[in-house]
C-alpha cells in the first residue's frame, strides 16, 4: 500500500499511517495433530518470522499450521479510512490452541486512532464475529483434533503499528500512547500515564515498543518477529487460564469424592475410589504434559530482543502468576491422589477386617451348631 506522508501527532490534522494488529486466541481441544490438519486445511509451516541478528536456531517446536484466511465480515468499529486490504492469518498449535491474527492499514490522524482506542474497549462484538469466522475452519479440523472442544474462553490483544521510526516517541508522546494501550479516549493521570507506559523497550533510538494489558504500541519498521512473538504471549495467557480453569473443575469434583459420605456403601466406596484414583492420575499427567508442551512451544534463547519483547508481553499479561497458579494446582493434584490412595488402602483394611470377622463368626456358629 502506499502510506500517506507522516505528519507529527501533535499536529492539528495530522495524518498517520497505522496497521491496527488485532490477535485472537482460541482452544479446540488437547492436542492437533499438525500433519493431518496441514492436509485438512491446505496449510504451511509457520515459520517465526526473523531478523539477520535471529540466530537460526530460534524457533517453534513443533512448527504450528498457518493458512491465510479472509478475514470476512470482521471490520473496526467507528468511521476509518481503510489503505489497503485487511490481511488475516490461521495459526494451529499442536498443544491445541488456534490463533487468529488480522490486520487492518489505515490511514488516521491522531484524534482519530484514540477515538477507535476507545471504541475497542468493548471487543465483544469482534470476539463474536472472529468465533463466527473460525467455526467452519474448526469443522473442518476436528478429525484432527484429539478429545476436541470449541471453548468459548478467548483472550484478545490489539497493537497500534506505526511502521515508522523517529526519535522520542514516548518522550514527547508519552500521554497519547498512553490512552492507545489503555483503549482510554479521556485523558489519564501523570501516575497513569507512567504506568501505562512503565514497560517498554527500544532496540533503535527510533523505535519503540510499549505494551500494556489491554493494547499495545509498537512504532518501527520491520518488526513481524515482534508482533508475533506478542501474539504467541496471548495465545499462552489463554492456555494458562483453560489449564487453571480444568485443574479447578476437576479437583472439585476429586474434593467431592474424597469426602466422606455414610450413606454410602462399602462396595461403591471401593469403586467410587477407584475412579477418583484413575481420574486423578489422568488429569496429572494430562495437565503437566500440556502445560510443558505450551511453556516449552517457543524458545527465544539466543535473541536478546526478542526475549525481552516476550518477558515484556510476561510481565503485562501476568504468565508468572498463571505459572505459579497451575504448579501450585498440580501439586494439590498430586496430594490429592496420594489422599485418594490412602483411603482406598483404608477401605482395604476395613474389608479384610470384616472379612476376618465374618469367617470367625461362620466358624463358632457352625462349631455351635455340631455341639
Known amino acids: ?4 506522508q507522516t505528519i507529527d501527532p501533535e499536529r492539528p490534522g495530522g495524518i498517520l499511517p497505522v496497521v491496527v494488529h488485532l490477535a485472537f486466541a482460541f482452544d479446540v481441544g488437547d492436542e492437533i495433530n499438525l500433519d493431518a490438519a496441514r492436509e485438512l486445511i491446505q496449510g504451511e509451516l509457520g515459520r517465526l518470522p526473523r531478523r539477520k ?4 536456531s530460534i524457533g517453534y517446536r513443533p512448527a504450528p499450521v498457518r493458512l491465510p484466511i479472509d478475514p470476512g465480515g470482521l471490520r ?10 485487511p490481511r488475516a492469518e490461521l495459526t494451529l498449535f499442536d498443544f491445541g490452541a488456534v490463533s ?10 491522531p484524534e482519530a486512532l484514540s477515538d477507535l482506542a476507545g471504541r475497542l474497549s468493548d471487543m465483544a462484538p469482534l470476539n463474536e464475529a472472529a468465533y463466527r469466522l473460525l467455526e467452519p475452519w474448526i469443522e473442518r479440523l476436528k478429525s484432527a483434533v484429539f478429545d476436541f472442544s470449541f ?24 500521554d497519547w500512547i498512553a490512552g492507545l494501550v489503555r483503549l482510554e479516549t479521556e485523558p489519564l493521570s501523570e501516575t497513569e500515564v507512567a504506568e501505562a507506559t512503565r514497560l517498554s523497550l527500544r532496540y533503535t533510538p527510533s523505535d519503540l515498543v ?17 508482533l508475533e512473538v506478542i501474539d504467541f504471549a496471548n495465545v499462552q495467557l489463554l492456555e494458562y487460564r483453560h489449564i487453571d480453569d480444568r485443574l479447578d473443575d476437576r479437583l472439585e469434583a476429586a474434593y467431592r469424592l474424597i469426602r466422606p459420605d455414610r450413606r454410602r456403601s462399602l462396595v461403591r466406596g471401593w469403586n467410587t475410589h477407584g475412579v477418583a484414583v484413575r481420574q486423578v492420575r489422568e488429569l496429572e499427567i494430562e495437565a503437566a504434559g500440556l502445560f510443558e508442551r505450551v511453556d516449552n512451544a517457543l524458545k527465544l534463547i539466543g535473541d536478546h530482543y526478542l526475549s525481552r519483547v516476550f518477558e515484556l508481553a510476561s510481565g503485562r499479561f501476568h504468565l508468572r502468576g498463571w505459572q505459579q497458579s497451575i504448579r501450585r494446582k498440580l501439586e494439590t493434584v498430586g496430594d490429592v491422589y496420594d489422599l485418594l490412595i490412602q483411603q482406598a488402602g483404608g477401605h482395604r483394611m476395613e474389608a479384610l477386617e470384616i472379612t476376618v470377622v465374618l469367617l470367625i463368626t461362620v466358624e463358632i456358629l457352625l462349631a455351635l451348631l455340631k455341639h
Do not use: K, N, Q
Open 76 to 85: 473496526l468499529p467507528g468511521e476509518v479510512v481503510m489503505t489497503g486490504v
Open 53 to 56: 541478528r535471529t540466530p537460526e
Open 1 to 4: 500500500m502506499t502510506a500517506p
Open 151 to 174: 471453548s468459548p474462553m478467548t483472550e484478545e490483544y490489539i497493537v497500534f503499528h506505526l511502521p515508522e521510526r523517529r526519535p522520542r516517541w514516548l518522550e514527547d508522546h508519552a
Open 100 to 109: 487468529l491474527a488480522i490486520e487492518f492499514p489505515l490511514a488516521a490522524s
Open 210 to 226: 510499549v505494551l500494556d494489558w489491554a493494547a499495545g504500541f509498537v512504532a518501527d519498521v520491520d518488526c513481524a518477529d515482534t
